[in-house]
């Protein structure tokens, strides 16, 4: 019997390994991530250019506020700074249409100042072609802040009154609670993001899986190759090695994802700073924002719990795809009662966005046991928090449990359903084999 156990599941795995959408997939999947995780030296190669700052040519027409518009964009970029490049030119006094014509073919900027009787001052950004959103916001915030300042100034308001209106607000963050941090409270935020985005992969998985074993199966009722292989082999031996194939596949394609990312970042490291550093000091300043939050120190839990979950989930999720695709007879028929599958899956994923969103709440700590749900959303409260260890340990019993059922009354269902070829009253009929 195990003979011919490991005899389909070998098959079919070569089956996968060989066909030529496995390799044309990974082929693509490779040069995209290799792309992706280089985009900006692939842009610099055709002629874009990552370190060049851009030039603010301000023409103060009124003057004597080129300090203030100055002094005013510093703040406001400080405080809203997303690692642009930008310069400050003071060119009052030069000729516009010389600054104008040298503004060819460049990103640069020119901000001419204007005096107003009514407003003070008024504003006018010039450039060759559209500007970036953040710099353009950016400079109308130092704008507006400038005319507030000159308007105070003059309203003959001495000099010390008017720097410590102008001064930014120091203030304190604290925090009651001894054991809570400031850098963990600005984690969650940022988990939020990074995390969510780390465990897409794995969303994309499950339904490659789900669809893989429903594909596989109709497939084999369609050509009416499944009554040769039932003759032969038991409706067990069958289900099972379709299990363990498909999942030896997916955590397969998962570990060559990681790999071709893996090389990504090799790339990026032999090509060195340069064009590259802007990106790598986002990753750098990721990196040490989680190492201060903590985070990084309970990785060696974090991580093993997560695999766990993630394989319990594989499995969970291909006995359901096995089971219903052996009450359809078409690709077909199988794409439509996948689709409460997809739903749930997508459920997971979307509360693991929006995780930070629910500190202390009681009912996201429920839907962290849920099955099929925690998977995607234990580990995104794990990290920021909101649950322990205990939690994840009821998350896994609920999923060992589902697992268990799935397999005792989904054997029942799939030998029943495997040789059906009907599609009538599919659901009754799939309640009434688990019952038999």
Not at 332 to 351: N, R, S, W
Not at 412 to 418: A, L, N, Q, S
Request: charged share 15%; with cysteine; hydrophobic share 45%.
């Amino acid at each position: 019997m195990s003979s011919k156990f490991w005899y389909l599941t070998k098959y079919g795995l070569k089956k996968k390994f060989k066909s030529k959408a496995f390799i044309i997939s990974n082929i693509i999947l490779f040069i995209l991530l290799i792309g992706l995780l280089n985009i900006d030296t692939i842009i610099s190669f055709f002629g874009g250019d990552f370190n060049r700052e851009v030039g603010i040519y301000v023409l103060d027409n009124t003057n004597n506020n080129y300090e203030v518009f100055e002094n005013n964009y510093i703040n406001v970029k400080k405080v809203f700074d997303n690692g642009s490049k930008t310069k400050l030119y003071n060119s009052t006094g030069e000729d516009k249409e010389k600054i104008e014509d040298d503004l060819k073919g460049t990103t640069d900027i020119i901000v001419e100042i204007n005096k107003d009787e009514d407003n003070y001052i008024t504003a006018s950004i010039i450039t060759e072609n559209y500007i970036d959103p953040f710099t353009y916001q950016t400079l109308i915030q130092a704008i507006n802040n400038t005319k507030s300042e000159i308007a105070l100034r003059n309203s003959n308001i001495d000099i010390n009154e008017l720097n410590k209106i102008s001064q930014a607000v120091n203030i304190e963050r604290i925090i009651l609670d001894e054991t809570k941090n400031t850098e963990e409270e600005n984690m969650n935020t940022v988990m939020s993001i990074v995390f969510p985005t780390v465990i897409l992969p794995f969303c994309m998985l499950i339904i490659l899986l789900v669809q893989l074993i429903g594909g596989e199966i109709n497939e084999e009722k369609t050509t009416r190759s499944m009554e040769v292989i039932i003759s032969n082999v038991p409706a067990k031996v069958h289900f099972f090695s379709k299990m363990v194939s498909n999942n030896l596949f997916i955590i397969t394609q998962a570990v060559l994802l990681f790999t071709y990312g893996a090389i990504g970042f090799l790339i990026r490291n032999i090509l060195g700073t340069g064009i590259n550093s802007e990106i790598s000091n986002e990753i750098s300043n990721t990196l040490s924002s989680l190492g201060n939050s903590g985070i990084l120190d309970k990785l060696y839990y974090i991580i093993p719990v997560t695999v766990i979950l993630m394989i319990l989930s594989f499995v969970a999720y291909s006995l359901i795809a096995g089971i219903l695709a052996s009450m359809t007879v078409n690709t077909e028929d199988y794409q439509h009662i996948q689709t409460p599958i997809m739903i749930i899956c997508f459920i997971g994923y979307y509360l693991s966005i929006m995780a930070g969103m629910f500190n202390g709440s009681l009912l996201i700590r429920i839907l962290s046991y849920i099955p099929l749900i925690s998977c995607l959303l234990s580990p995104a409260l794990l990290v920021i928090g909101q649950i322990g260890v205990i939690d994840i340990l009821i998350s896994v019993s609920a999923l060992l449990l589902l697992i268990l059922v799935l397999t005792k009354y989904g054997l029942k269902i799939y030998k029943i359903g495997i040789l059906n070829y009907s599609t009538d009253k599919m659901w009754s009929k799939i309640f009434k084999a688990a019952k038999m």
